[in-house]
């Protein structure tokens, strides 16, 4: 993957250009799946591979239906990886020190989403950064039904990332996303963040109330 470093890894053409298909499912299992996948570019990053695979085919050296089938195929097995860590560990982590990587504020926002939403947050999660990390692992904790759990976990997988990589695959012709990529990377991410701000804020709103 040549001279690829940690920072890398908050750039999703970087981590396309330097480390190809194979580093892609990784980082997609990662922030699906293991605690400190939260600060990884998802949303940003399914739409550059949809975008990459219509431009620069060779990079990924797959077309879009065998892209979108292998990133579903790792965003499931995340979730999974998440699950079965959940059930492990259980109420332990809500019991966890914060420190530089996890802050149990996260855990206690999505428990509070998951208490609202049931399944579906598993399904809406997917398109929330953190909520998206966090939800596998609190399924397990309070140990759903694995096979409630596994039907939510590729409902939400298909959905989040057959649109946005199929929405990259789509624009990838277009001259003006091309040039304009950066931008667009950047706006992703303020429209991923509206969202889990009010979430954030109407969770902790509604945990204040719950509390009186």
Request: with cysteine; aromatic share 12%.
């Amino acid at each position: 993957m040549g001279d690829f470093s940690f920072g890398e890894l908050f750039h999703p053409e970087s981590i396309i250009r330097m480390g190809g298909l194979v580093l892609l499912l990784i980082v997609v299992f990662a922030e699906t799946g293991l605690l400190i996948g939260f600060f990884l570019p998802g949303d940003s990053l399914m739409f550059i591979s949809g975008l990459v695979c219509r431009t620069k085919p060779e990079l990924l050296g797959v077309n879009i239906f065998v892209l979108i089938l292998l990133l579903v195929a790792a965003a499931v097995l995340g979730n999974m990886a998440g699950y079965w860590f959940g059930r492990r560990v259980g109420p332990a982590l809500f019991k966890r020190d914060d420190s530089l990587i996890f802050k149990k504020r996260y855990l206690e926002v999505t428990r509070s989403f998951y208490e609202r939403h049931g399944g579906k947050a598993l399904v809406l999660g997917r398109f929330l950064p953190i909520i998206r990390t966090f939800a596998p692992i609190l399924a397990g904790v309070i140990a759903i039904d694995f096979k409630r759990f596994m039907l939510y976990n590729v409902i939400g997988a298909v959905l989040w990332i057959g649109s946005l990589a199929t929405c990259g695959y789509l624009l990838g012709d277009i001259a003006w996303v091309r040039e304009n990529l950066e931008w667009i990377v950047i706006g992703l991410i303020i429209i991923t963040l509206i969202p889990v701000v009010r979430t954030w804020r109407k969770e902790r709103k509604f945990q204040r109330e719950q509390q009186k």
